[in-house]
T-cell receptor, first 114, second 111 residues
Framework: AQSVTQLDSHVSVSEGTPVLLRCNYSSSYSPSLFWYVQHPNKGLQLLLK??????LVKGINGFEAEFKKSETSFHLTKPSAHMSDAAEYFC????????????FGTGTRLQVTL | AGVTQSPTHLIKTRGQQVTLSCSPI?????VSWYQQTPGQGLQFLFEYFSETQRNKGNFPGRFSGRQFSNSRSEMNVSTLELGDSALYLCASSLHRLNEQFFGPGTRLTVL
């Protein structure tokens, strides 16, 4: 079975500094991986997805992630944090043959301070 | 318009049953349901495509769902328990291989 592990439950950065949210995956096949963001009292929004094309994936709002098969990692990065980035971030893997059955990581809460 | 869910909030008592509704983005044929709780996080409930359940998560039989010919979906929880209190999220996608778009959720409180 596939799974994802988010290595940090909470990350705090200063505004303007880089963001790194770490995710490792486990899958018996070539996975489809996603990052979703959830702002307080709002639904989940797709940031980016990896589906075996380019290993460096660019998403919305300046976020990007790199798929590293040798390290089974899919870390999310952003060069410069903004206050509006404060939210819960989920690393997600989909089941084989469908992107409609998602397995979520436990989430990383990103705090951005002045 | 995005994925819409109704109602937004719901309060029920133990033993009752509840039906939640989800309207997917126009043209989307795949609908999935997820439960979000502080303790268990986000967990997959079911996936529907073309009115057929394609996948089911590890939930008891009290949780059921269906999809209509217009792709709208409902989920039902019978004999509610306190532990069913959660945010229930619906997601739709164009097809089973496309990324999902989530609705705002229905907040269910069981007293």
């Amino acid at each position: 079975a596939q799974s994802v592990t988010q290595l940090d439950s909470h990350v705090s950065v200063s505004e303007g500094t880089p963001v790194l949210l770490r995710c490792n995956y486990s899958s018996s096949y070539s996975p489809s991986l996603f990052w979703y963001v959830q702002h307080p009292n709002k639904g989940l929004q797709l940031l980016l997805k990896y589906t075996s094309a380019a290993t460096l994936v660019k998403g919305i709002n300046g976020f990007e992630a790199e798929f590293k098969k040798s390290e089974t990692s899919f870390h999310l990065t952003k060069p410069s944090a903004h206050m509006s980035d404060a939210a819960e971030y989920f690393c997600v893997v989909s089941d084989a043959g469908t992107a409609s059955k998602l397995t979520f990581g436990t989430g990383t809460r990103l705090q951005v301070t002045l | 318009a995005g994925v819409t869910q109704s109602p937004t909030h719901l309060i029920k008592t133990r033993g009752q049953q509840v039906t939640l509704s989800c309207s997917p983005i126009s043209g989307h044929r795949s609908v999935s349901w997820y439960q979000q709780t502080p303790g268990q996080g986000l967990q997959f409930l079911f996936e529907y495509f073309s009115e057929t359940q394609r996948n089911k998560g590890n939930f008891p039989g009290r949780f059921s769902g269906r999809q209509f010919s217009n792709s709208r979906s409902e989920m039902n929880v019978s004999t509610l328990e306190l532990g069913d209190s959660a945010l229930y999220l619906c997601a739709s996608s164009l097809h089973r291989l496309n990324e999902q778009f989530f609705g705002p959720g229905t907040r269910l409180t069981v007293l």
